[in-house]
């Protein structure tokens, strides 16, 4: 969720499925995926470990440009110079504006998941999760 923009397919897909392992989301997605998509629809994504396709990605902000699997490199290159016929310096610093706080604010959440995360690895609900997505089936979860 740091890449500035990301170009995606309608085939494309995100997920956020943590809570089908029995886990917590981890990289600071939960610093960056509600200031991207919202509150409610991260929510949405994190507590139901939903699938979203790429035009739904694009209708909520996740993905800035939606084009063909084909013309996806393209549709990349033609942004990344849209951006580079502008003053660099300016460009620069309009970044650093809009990035300023993202990392201490991702580091903190990120230590906060961590936490999160090691107590859930030891839990049967988290080893039901593993082997319920390797097997491709729901988990059967016990709270334990």
């Known amino acids: 969720m740091l890449p500035?923009?990301?170009?995606?397919?309608?085939?494309?897909?995100?997920?956020?499925?943590?809570?089908?392992?029995?886990f917590h989301p981890g990289f600071g997605l939960t610093y960056t995926l509600p200031r991207l998509i919202g509150q409610q629809r991260a929510n949405l994504m994190f507590y139901t470990g939903r699938r979203v396709d790429g035009e739904t990605a694009h209708a909520w902000g996740l993905a800035d440009v939606l084009t063909d699997q084909d013309s996806l490199r393209?549709?990349?290159?033609?942004?990344?110079?849209?951006?580079?016929?502008?003053?660099?310096?300016?460009?620069?610093?309009v970044r650093a504006t809009m990035r300023a706080g993202i990392a201490a604010a991702v580091k903190s959440q990120t230590d906060h998941e961590?936490?999160?995360?090691?107590r859930l690895q030891q839990t049967e609900d988290h080893k039901e999760g593993v082997r319920a997505v390797a097997e491709r089936r729901p988990?059967?979860?016990?709270?334990r």
Not at 4 to 22: I, Q
Not at 75 to 82: F, G, R, S, Y
Not at 139 to 143: H, L, R, V
């Open 4 to 22: 500035d923009f990301r170009v995606a397919s309608p085939e494309t897909r995100f997920t956020a499925n943590f809570v089908k392992l029995g």
């Open 74 to 93: 393209a549709e990349a290159l033609k942004l990344a110079a849209e951006i580079a016929e502008n003053a660099p310096l300016a460009v620069m610093s």
């Open 139 to 143: 988990g059967n979860f016990k709270g």
């Open 114 to 118: 961590f936490i999160e995360q090691h």
